[in-house]
């Protein structure tokens, strides 16, 4: 079945740095969401992708629909201690018009004050 | 806006026991989900409604699992018998026209 790859697995970084995590399919998708988790939360929508090439910026945070269809990143840039929790990636493929999506694995950030 | 309502939070039940989850979607989204989160993996999918007809249940283990959504809005999702795997957390989701979907709090299910 469809795998997505999210990389990476988690990441431990000093307040005020940059982040990028990334999504990479074996397939095509044609849109792209990115969803952040808390702890004994839902996951919350951050960001929607819907075109090859689309960058898209939410505050500090931005995220790209790679050309190729197979991939999709998200950077957060200048990271405060509000952004710890599990980025999820999602992708809805392209033969599948009900909505159906398919999530990486999730990235745990850790900010250290 | 309200949010996905869910309901309960948190369940523990012994295996073999019964266990329901109830849902109700945002306001007008015709389109509901029903996701299983294992700790520490991403969400899959279990059950799509449109209104309330079933869309999509290829992954629902329907040996125990069962889903509803009578009046287009409200939905449960019930277990029974339960099995220690099932153990995890049931996430609800709906989406209006567009792709974007929206999670509720979730049920974080035990079973022991």
């Known amino acids: 079945g469809q795998q997505l790859n999210q990389s990476p697995q988690s990441m431990f970084i000093q307040e005020g740095e940059d982040v990028s995590m990334n999504c990479t399919s074996s397939?095509?998708?044609?849109?792209w969401l990115w969803y952040k988790q808390d702890p004994g939360e839902g996951p919350v929508l951050l960001i929607a992708l819907y075109k090859a090439g689309e960058l898209t910026s939410n505050g500090r945070l931005t995220a790209q629909f790679g050309i190729t269809r197979k991939d999709s990143f998200l950077n957060i840039s200048a990271s405060i201690p509000s952004d710890v929790g599990i980025y999820f990636c999602?992708?809805?493929?392209?033969?599948?018009?009900?909505?159906?999506?398919?999530f990486g694995q999730g990235t745990e950030l850790s900010v250290k004050p | 806006e309200a949010g996905v309502a869910q309901s309960p939070r948190y369940k523990i039940i012994e295996k073999r026991q019964s266990v329901a989850f109830w849902c109700n979607p945002i306001s007008g989204h015709a389109t509901l989900y029903w996701y299983q989160q294992i700790l520490g993996q991403g969400p899959k999918l279990l059950i799509q409604f449109q209104n309330n007809g079933v869309v999509d249940d290829s992954q629902l283990p329907k040996d125990r699992f069962s889903a509803e959504r009578l009046k287009g809005v409200d939905s449960t999702l019930k277990i029974q018998p339960a099995k220690l795997e099932d153990s995890a957390v049931y996430l609800c989701?709906?989406?209006?026209?567009?792709?974007?979907?929206?999670f509720g709090p979730g049920t974080r299910l035990t079973v022991t």
């Open positions: 999602a992708g809805q493929a392209l033969y599948n018009q009900g909505g159906k999506l398919i």
């Open positions: 989701a709906s989406s209006g026209d567009g792709y974007e979907q929206y």
């Open positions: 397939s095509i998708f044609n849109t």
